[in-house]
């Protein structure tokens, strides 16, 4: 079944370390997307990349990174966490047509 | 500068009755407008679009309307459910790119 799978769902660690946030999908799509969000506030664009080798930074300043080396798989990375990076990070794919985005589930991100 | 917004954090509606949610946009190049539904830790899902070359676009209990001489769109949910209790969000996108979204509306159906 086509989907998109965040690892891990829900992550509490402690200031200073290196974390990578897992997004593998088996839509099929070539555009991928990082996303934070808050409550109560936008979803706010943090990367994209349209395809193998391609990433950009989105609408928000980030102190993360990203890599696109296969199609499947686009991590995230912070490398080194501290407590304003703790939000919702979310990846989507998106059809090549219209423009409908497709999410995961999310990785809800603690940094104590 | 927020390109979409959703000026109302939250609205409350009695179960069976109409739910409408609004949504203003400043970005005359947008054509495409999508809503999405969202519970607390889960990822946005899918609910209705709409293309700016029409004004209406229905899929079961779920209307958008789009008023492109205002740049606003509304959702109208129709009769309400208790299981439409979640966060709203409106997006917008130009030529299919990247979608830029509103902070959300919070909708809950009374039953």
């Known amino acids: 079944e086509a989907d998109i799978y965040q690892t891990p769902r829900y992550l509490v660690i402690g200031t200073g370390k290196k974390i990578t946030l897992e997004c593998s999908q088996t839509m099929g799509h070539d555009k991928m997307y990082w996303y934070q969000q808050d409550p109560g506030m936008e979803l706010h664009l943090i990367h994209y990349?349209?395809?193998?080798?391609?990433?950009e930074k989105g609408d928000l300043s980030s102190e993360s990174t990203v890599s696109r080396i296969r199609t499947e798989h686009f991590p995230l990375t912070l490398e080194s966490a501290r407590p304003s990076h703790t939000s919702q990070y979310l990846c989507?794919?998106?059809?090549?047509?219209?423009?409908?985005?497709?999410f995961g589930s999310g990785t809800q991100l603690s940094v104590l | 500068d927020q390109q979409v917004k959703q000026n109302s954090p939250s609205l409350s509606v009695q179960e069976g009755r109409i739910s409408i949610l609004n949504c203003d946009y400043t970005n005359s190049m947008f054509d495409y407008f999508l809503w999405y539904k969202k519970y607390p830790a889960e990822g946005p899902t899918f609910l209705i679009s709409?293309?700016?070359?029409?004004d209406k676009n229905e899929d079961g209990r779920f209307t958008v309307f789009l008023n492109k001489s205002a740049k606003h769109l509304s959702l109208h949910i129709v009769p309400s459910q208790p299981g439409d209790s979640a966060v709203y969000f409106c997006?917008?996108?130009?030529?299919?790119?990247?979608?830029?979204f509103g902070a959300g509306t919070i909708l809950r159906v009374k039953s």
């Open positions: 989507a794919t998106q059809d090549r047509g219209i423009g409908k985005l497709f």
């Open positions: 997006a917008a996108s130009e030529y299919g790119n990247k979608l830029v």
């Open positions: 709409i293309s700016s070359i029409k």
């Open positions: 990349s349209y395809g193998v080798n391609s990433t």
